[in-house]
């Protein structure tokens, strides 16, 4: 699974200059090219909604024994502050993303602010790619969806054959490798018989990797990020998470730690 740095537009000045024209206002940057204190503030402003000011005290009174018992108003009330997303919608960046299916599927289901264009096995017939995890993790015992972190070294079932029942098995790695075979050679089959590639491609497993062309706002980066990051979200979908945030973060240093701290 890879994610790769296409292409961007704006910067931390971007969001703050969108900001400020409500005002007739414009910044610069310092002789460093570095955000002043007050654009670094205002960005924080528009991520949470609230002033720095503001923000620390509700930290302290959340903190304070003595406001023990108002902390739910004081925390509904950050939860309900909404943030001014616009001006962080005046930026763009790019990405080309490969990735098993299954992970594409969690991962364009972030729709808003963000368009994607990813490859057709309507027009593409080439040997299909599939993803192999290093580990197999067991199923969780405690939870309705993901898994635990125990491996899962080996697989077997009996397979129904045509005059007898037949055990398979063997490495879970090796189980799964066999079926990617058999599957890329059905492929192959059904295209060399005349098949449709939009129809021959209804055989081949969810582990195939696609690749995805996507640009988003930072905003709409950051809920993806912030979301696909947590540790109930999949691991493989973690992964591309924490990727695009190596990417996306060192491109607005201020507004993508505000975002998503």
Not at 5 to 14: N, P
Not at 189 to 211: D, I, K, W
């Amino acid at each position: 699974m890879k994610v790769t740095y296409i292409d961007h537009m704006g910067t931390d000045l971007s969001v703050v200059n969108a900001a400020r024209v409500s005002f007739g206002k414009r910044s610069q940057w310092d002789v460093t090219d570095v955000l002043s204190e007050a654009d670094r503030g205002l960005i924080g402003f528009l991520a949470r909604g609230c002033t720095s000011g503001d923000w620390k005290n509700f930290l302290r009174d959340t903190a304070e024994e003595q406001y023990y018992q108002d902390v739910e108003p004081i925390l509904n009330h950050i939860r309900k502050m909404p943030p001014h997303w616009s001006p962080f919608a005046h930026t763009a960046v790019t990405l080309h993303l490969k990735m098993p299916i299954f992970v594409a599927r969690q991962i364009m289901k972030h729709t808003t602010g963000i368009v994607y264009n990813e490859v057709s096995r309507r027009y593409v017939d080439s040997e299909p790619e599939f993803y192999v995890p290093d580990v197999w993790r067991k199923r969780a015992d405690n939870v309705k969806q993901g898994s635990s972190d125990e491996e899962m070294t080996h697989i077997t079932w009996i397979q129904d054959g045509l005059t007898d029942m037949i055990e398979v098995g063997g490495t879970a790695s090796q189980v799964v490798q066999d079926h990617y075979n058999s599957s890329r050679h059905l492929y192959e089959a059904m295209l060399n018989c005349g098949c449709s590639p939009e129809q021959a491609r209804m055989v081949l497993p969810q582990s195939m990797y696609t690749e995805v062309i996507a640009t988003g706002n930072i905003f709409a980066w950051a809920n993806m990020y912030n979301q696909r990051t947590d540790s109930h979200a999949q691991k493989e979908t973690q992964e591309i998470a924490k990727q695009l945030g190596e990417i996306i973060e060192p491109l607005y240093p201020v507004s993508w730690k505000e975002l998503t701290q």
